[in-house]
């Protein structure tokens, strides 16, 4: 037993910055003391004794805010992080060195008996307010973000966002560069948060872009064709797009706007 706390501490030292020394982990730790109870909850289960395991748990919600259903499995250096509003069902399975934070759901989408929960490989990481509802497993270090609601398979080393979740696939060099200079020939910036950032309004723009990438591309192959045939096509310019243009102002708090 004193083994596994101490695994447990040095569990939060790995993943925890704010961490400064045992006694402050031992004592302040809500999210290690809910791990706590429900070893000797998820005891009390396997042995047939369900209302003193369900007492338990309940006890261990009301002091740490942290509900784990006694018939739930935990693997090692399980960590949850604050704790606050974490809920976790009775089938749910989860691996070794997984980290939750808090308003994490680990909950079903039956009423019916059996496998309801979902099950976390490990070194799996759930950001806050997360949802991962249904019998499915989360692949061995996956990541899912922050609010994200996920409600099929992920594969290991995969990571999700979004309502509903889905998987990010990252962009090659090849073309995020192309992206890239059509958005500056066009004066536009796409990547206003960053570019590397998994937002699925960011991504639709991407693949405008690639798509006005390919219409310029033939574009100019048809000028080129007109150009050679003694067309004066090419003589026409194109309508400047000034930066301006794509530019929203938001005036200071009592300016008056330009008159229409």
Known sequence: MFDRIREDVQGVFHRDPAARNAFEVLTCYPGLHAIWIHRLSHWLWRRGLEWLARMSSNLGRWLTGVEIHPGAKIGRRFFIDHGMGVVIGETAEIGDDVTLYHGVTLGGTSWNKGKRHPTLEDGVIVGAGAKILGPFTVGAGAKVGSNAVVTREVPAGATVVGIPGRVIVKDSGEQDARRRAIAEKIGFDAYGVSGDMPDPVSRAVGQLLDHVHAVDERLEQMDKVLTALGGNY?????????????????????????AD
Not at 236 to 258: I, M, T
């Open 234 to 258: 090419s003589a026409r310019s194109l309508p400047p797009l000034p930066e301006n243009d794509f530019a929203e102002e938001y005036p200071e708090a009592g300016a008056e706007r330009p």
